[in-house]
Every structure is written in structure tokens, then in C-alpha cells.
């Protein structure tokens, strides 16, 4: 892989169309300064200038096969000279058959698919899934959580960017799920804090009426909150607590989903299966937008004999379709589950461990397969947040001189708040993924500086 000759004339050229015409999301249009990407390959891009960055954020943790893969080029090339498009009402062989390999692997009888165009969507739909079948109108979702950029699944979410949308009219009760490293329910083992959070999840459930309440909507594994992996027996928990008062259990599984924690899906890890489940992303590496929510035998029952009021124009689009086929068969033949698994394992996890020790900017480590993150802070026995919650400007400084020494270094590091998340493409190479980990040791040496 050779990144093409630098042509810094072509990149400023399309620096500038973007500052005059392109409108960036969760961002300050005038306080961005977007990089410009000449082209990428395998776990890394490069810009106009010839510098090659190695992706430590998988896109944003959807390129779980890396880029450009060429069998899934492949695909979406030979689909798109063959039918390049079909409105969703009928039967299309792409379509059928990325349906029926994912339904071949969710948990349980998680057997229909419903296709939207990436995670938000999904989100939007499985809500409205949930309050026509039980017909009632709350949803209950985690602070420290995110779910999508749309009305619903942005009033779901539970970080400061649901903020400035949520009027509290969204019919959604947050609650508080297990996260021992910064525990609500000041306890001290994984076993405390899972049966507190569980007790607050009841207490919440009493206290808002079982009745009124549509579902409970959980990230398997909460991503871009700080991928905080639930304790033994909590979504376990859950489900058991969804049966009780006859609400719907869904699991988003958008950033966990295909092969991220060295499982299918993550629910794979805990055993338990949900009621709707969303996906997106790493369903076909994100090369052309596709989400979609596998649904329950008892749900798909309930529109059987009437119509599910909702839909989108671009449903099950055969080219997303067709580079969700040729990326779960790719996941398959190379075995890439398994391997990120492995990775995460050997690899990822003994190295960070070994980072933490060293760092004292490092105040905890959490993941698996290749899905982890570091958790940052100003003082490891205080675990004082490096930067305060949702620190903007001068008080994100700490942060900012980070990510720009991780940037100087060679990999391009996904940020959120106080934490850094190690997620490149899970067939990352063990030499690729050493070289992006040493470069983060050296930016690690940045946020020490900030240390008390």
C-alpha cells in the first residue's frame, strides 16, 4: 500500500469547497479545521500531503474490515451494474441475502430484518416497534450512553449532545447503568454494583408505572460513552426485569455489532438475547450507509395482519445490501472474528495494561476484542477527570494537546471527553497495531504532563 504522490494543490482545492460549502455535524462551522483525505487503504488514510495516519478510529468504528477492501468493491461494483437500485416492496436477491445472513447470525429467534440507512434510524424504528406492540409510550435508556443524531434516538441518548434537542416531551426516563470505575451506587466490587443498578433499574421502573413503559434500550456494550462493559449477570438481569412488567428488552448494538468484541454480536458474550436489536455500521464496514433492526418472532407477529406504519425510500438498498453480503462473507472466510478476539486478547489488552502502569494520566483500562478505551484523568487516586465534563476551549487543552501529539505520531485517535478508545479495523495487523501503540504511548506522555 502507497499512498499517491502528494498533491498539495488538489488538497487545498477541496479544504477550501469544504470550508464554502460543506455544513459539519456536532460542530462550530467556523472553529473546524477538517483535514483533507486524498485516499485509504487497508487500516490507514493519508492526505494531500503524503502523511499516513493509521486509523485508530475504524471511521467512526464501522471499518471493521479496514478500507477498500477489494471483495467488497468488488461487490458493490458488479451489484451496481447489475441493478443499482429498487424501491424496498419487493423481493431483491441482495437484499434477501443480507437478510438471511444476519439472521443467521443474531441470538435467538431475532429472525426478521428491517433495513434502514445506518444506526439512528434503527433506533427510530425499534422505538416505534416497541410502543405499538405493548402500546405504551415510555422508553427508558442510560446517561453515559448514545444511540443517534435523530429526534428520538438523540433524545434517547444520554451525553451532552442531546442537550440542546431535548425538551423533555420525547416520553424518555433516563436511569443510571452499572460503571464501577465511576460508580453511582458507591460500590466496590462487580458484584455490588451490578445487583445496585439493577435494584435502581426496579426502583426506576416502580416509580414511572411498568404500565407506562414501552422498553429499555441499552447499548450491549456502551461505545462512544467510554465502552464500559457491563458486570456479570446485569443484561441478564435486565431481561429478566423486561419479562416481569412486559416491556420490551433492545439492545443496540450500532458500534458492537459484527465482530467488534471478537464476537457476531456482543450479546453474544452475556447470553442473552432481546426483544429488537439495532445494527449498523460494521454490517458492511460502512462502505455504502446501511442499518437495519432484527425483530422477534412475538414482535413480527404483532404486524402480521396489519401494517407496520413506517418505512424508508432507500430500504434495503441493493448496493448496501450487496456490500453487507460481501463483508459478512469476508468476516467468514478470514476468519475475522475470531481474530479480533484473539488480537484484543493477546495483543491489545497486555499492552494497554502495560501503558496504564507506566502513565499515570491512565487512571483505568476496559474492552475486549478490538474495542477498548482509557479512561484519562488528572489524578489516579482521586480519579479526577483529566478535562472536566464536556470541557470545550481552554479547558479541554489537556485533551487537545493529546490528540495532536497522538495526530503527530501517525495514528488518528478517536476522542470522546476524557477518553481515548483503541478501535482500529478488526483485521489489523499485529505489526500495524503495535506501531499505532507505540505512538500512543507517546502522546500518553503529553496528557502526563498535565498530571497532578
Known amino acids: 500500500?502507497?499512498?499517491?504522490?502528494?498533491?498539495?494543490?488538489?488538497g487545498a482545492a477541496v479544504k477550501a469547497a469544504d470550508r464554502a460549502h460543506v455544513f459539519h455535524s456536532w460542530s462550530a462551522q467556523e472553529l473546524i479545521d477538517p483535514l483533507a483525505v486524498a485516499g485509504a487503504e487497508g487500516s490507514y488514510f493519508w492526505d494531500y500531503d503524503g502523511r499516513r495516519y493509521l486509523d485508530f478510529t475504524s471511521g467512526l468504528v464501522y471499518t471493521n474490515i479496514g478500507y477498500q477492501h477489494p471483495k467488497v468493491v468488488a461487490a458493490i461494483q458488479e451489484q451496481a451494474a447489475t441493478l443499482s437500485t429498487f424501491a424496498p416492496a419487493f423481493a431483491v436477491e441482495a437484499r434477501?441475502?443480507?437478510?438471511?445472513?444476519?439472521?443467521?447470525?443474531?441470538?435467538?429467534?431475532?429472525?426478521?430484518?428491517?433495513?434502514?440507512?445506518?444506526?439512528?434510524?434503527?433506533?427510530e424504528h425499534a422505538v416505534r416497534m416497541a410502543r405499538l406492540h405493548t402500546g405504551r409510550a415510555k422508553v427508558l435508556s442510560a446517561y453515559r450512553s448514545y444511540h443517534g443524531g435523530t429526534q428520538q434516538a438523540v433524545n434517547l441518548t444520554g451525553d451532552p449532545r442531546r442537550w440542546a434537542s431535548d425538551a423533555g416531551t420525547a416520553g424518555v426516563v433516563h436511569f443510571w447503568a452499572p460503571f464501577l470505575y465511576r460508580s453511582r451506587f458507591y460500590a466496590e466490587t462487580e458484584e455490588q454494583e451490578c445487583a445496585r443498578a439493577l435494584e435502581?433499574?426496579?426502583?426506576?421502573?416502580?416509580?414511572?408505572?411498568?404500565?407506562?413503559?414501552?422498553?429499555?434500550?441499552?447499548?450491549?456494550?456502551?461505545?462512544?460513552a467510554g465502552i464500559m462493559i457491563p458486570p456479570p449477570g446485569y443484561l441478564a438481569g435486565v431481561r429478566e426485569l423486561c419479562d416481569k412488567y412486559g416491556i420490551v428488552f433492545i439492545l443496540d448494538e450500532v458500534m458492537a455489532g459484527f465482530g467488534r468484541t471478537g464476537e457476531w454480536f456482543a450479546a453474544d458474550l452475556f447470553d442473552v438475547t432481546p426483544d429488537l436489536m439495532t445494527f449498523a455500521k460494521g454490517v458492511n464496514s460502512g462502505y455504502v450507509p446501511l442499518g437495519g433492526v432484527a425483530v422477534s418472532g412475538a414482535i413480527a407477529e404483532t404486524f402480521g395482519k396489519q401494517p407496520y406504519p413506517g418505512g424508508l425510500t432507500y430500504s434495503g438498498h441493493p448496493l448496501a445490501c450487496a456490500a453487507a453480503v460481501a463483508t459478512i462473507g469476508v468476516m467468514a472466510e478470514e476468519g475475522v472474528v475470531d481474530y479480533a478476539a484473539n488480537l484484543g486478547a493477546t495483543v491489545v489488552e497486555p499492552a494497554l495494561r502495560e501503558l496504564a502502569a507506566r502513565h499515570p494520566?491512565?487512571?483505568?483500562?476496559?474492552?475486549?476484542?478490538?474495542?477498548?478505551?482509557?479512561?484519562?484523568?488528572?489524578?489516579?487516586?482521586?480519579?479526577?477527570?483529566?478535562?472536566?465534563?464536556?470541557a470545550a476551549g481552554e479547558a479541554n487543552a489537556p485533551m487537545a494537546a493529546?490528540?495532536?501529539?497522538?495526530?503527530?505520531?501517525?495514528?488518528?485517535?478517536?476522542?470522546?471527553?476524557?477518553?481515548?478508545?483503541?478501535?482500529?479495523?478488526?483485521?489489523?495487523?499485529?505489526?500495524?497495531?503495535?506501531?499505532g501503540l507505540a505512538a500512543l504511548d507517546a502522546a500518553l506522555s503529553v496528557a502526563d504532563e498535565y498530571t497532578e
Open 361 to 390: 494520566s491512565v487512571g483505568d483500562v476496559r474492552g475486549v476484542g478490538m474495542f477498548w478505551a482509557l479512561e484519562l484523568v488528572k489524578n489516579r487516586e482521586t480519579r479526577e477527570p483529566l478535562v472536566p465534563y464536556n
Open 402 to 435: 493529546f490528540g495532536a501529539a497522538a495526530k503527530a505520531g501517525g495514528i488518528w485517535p478517536f476522542i470522546n471527553m476524557n477518553r481515548t478508545h483503541v478501535v482500529p479495523p478488526c483485521n489489523v495487523s499485529e505489526a500495524e497495531l503495535k506501531e
Open 96 to 123: 434477501s441475502e443480507a437478510a438471511r445472513l444476519i439472521a443467521e447470525r443474531t441470538p435467538g429467534d431475532l429472525d426478521k430484518i428491517f433495513f434502514t440507512n445506518g444506526g439512528a434510524d434503527a433506533v
Open 1 to 10: 500500500m502507497t499512498p499517491h504522490l502528494p498533491n498539495p494543490e488538489v
Open 200 to 224: 435502581h433499574l426496579e426502583t426506576t421502573i416502580a416509580f414511572e408505572g411498568p404500565g407506562t413503559i414501552a422498553a429499555i434500550i441499552l447499548e450491549t456494550i456502551p461505545g462512544t
